[in-house]
């Protein structure tokens, strides 16, 4: 069983009186430092100067460039995109890193993988949300929030999970439940989730299901019905409810052609790829791929993306959001 902590076990206590920086103003970095703030912490922001500085400073925070906010800082959450998180460590963290400091991560990629290796006098812990910055923030106001993951890679001071937690606690994650685990298995398990099934696998589930109605000769509007927008709503089921769940509020029809089709579609040929391109990920092998792609410039991202763009479901697609939403 995995070990979970909720509200009542977790104390704010570590991070009161502390200066955390959180690093970077994205959707993430945004909506953990306004819960934080909300939490009663006293926060501040590192960016460049721009959009995101521009913004931090509406929202009311002492802002200041990565290295300066690292300077000052107790507590330093890094929510930089992993594959700019690198050389910023290097040319503005790592120069103002304060022995004794807390280094939180969102997502364990950069120091799973070797690409970040702090010093050992600070720690370095993960809270990951499992949920994008907007529901991060949004459910905070609700008075809910998004489950999370914690960790930690690096114990210099003895309590680098209680500073884990405390953060935890802050951004509204313990509301809802969170686990401990490794920066491996979250990692690991992140990517191979992405690519196999929520990302990769759901898109080419959607893509294939539509391009079989349409090379059968029906309508490709009815078709994105069956395949993309009717996908959401049984989602949305599975979410709420569970598969069983969700069976039992779907018609009697599409829950026996589900249970009796679904498994010759998706047999056991699927599950042995999806093992496969999983040890790549365990192996390291994806991580090496990506980062000689990112480090060749984002030619090949951008043909893939092209590639997506240009598939005629998603001409079909516009047509209809702006049917049923007046907008793509």
Do not use: C
Not at 65 to 78: F, M, N, Q, T, W
Not at 154 to 174: E, N, P, R, V, W
Not at 285 to 314: C, D, Q, T
């Amino acid at each position: 069983m995995a070990k979970m902590y909720t509200d009542e076990d977790v104390s704010l206590d570590p991070l009161r009186g502390k200066t955390v920086a959180v690093i970077g103003y994205g959707i993430q970095g945004r909506a953990q430092a306004l819960n934080l703030r909300d939490s009663g912490l006293n926060v501040i922001v590192g960016v460049r100067k721009g959009k995101s500085w521009d913004r931090a400073v509406e929202d009311g925070f002492q802002v200041f460039e990565v290295g300066e906010a690292v300077s000052k800082a107790d507590v330093i959450l890094y929510l930089l995109p992993d594959m700019v998180q690198p050389d910023v460590w290097v040319s503005q963290v790592e120069p103002n890193l304060r022995d004794g400091s807390v280094v939180d991560f969102a997502h364990g990629f950069t120091i799973h993988y070797g690409l970040i290796k702090p010093k050992g006098s600070v720690d370095v812990v993960m809270v990951a949300p499992k949920a994008p910055g907007a529901a991060v923030r949004e459910e905070y106001l609700r008075g809910r929030g998004v489950p999370a993951l914690v960790a930690v890679h690096q114990d210099s001071s003895g309590s680098a999970m209680a500073h884990a937690l405390a953060i935890a606690k802050g951004i509204g994650a313990t509301r809802a439940g969170v686990i401990e685990t490794t920066f491996a298995e979250e990692t690991e398990t992140d990517l191979i989730g992405e690519q196999n099934v929520l990302v990769g696998g759901l898109m080419e589930l959607i893509l294939k299901g539509w391009e079989t109605l349409v090379d059968m000769g029906y309508q490709p509007e009815v078709a994105y019905f069956e395949a993309l927008n009717e996908a959401k709503l049984i989602m949305d089921l599975i979410w709420r409810y569970g598969m069983k769940g969700m069976l039992e509020r779907v018609s009697v029809t599409a829950r026996y052609g589900g249970l009796t089709v679904g498994p010759k579609v998706l047999d056991d040929g699927v599950k042995d790829r999806m093992r496969r391109y999983a040890e790549r990920v365990v192996s390291g092998e994806f991580a090496n791929e990506w980062i000689k792609v990112y480090r060749n410039g984002s030619g090949r991202l951008e043909e893939l993306m092209k590639r997506v763009e240009e598939h005629p479901i998603e001409e079909v697609g516009r047509r209809m959001r702006r049917l049923i939403f007046g907008k793509e």
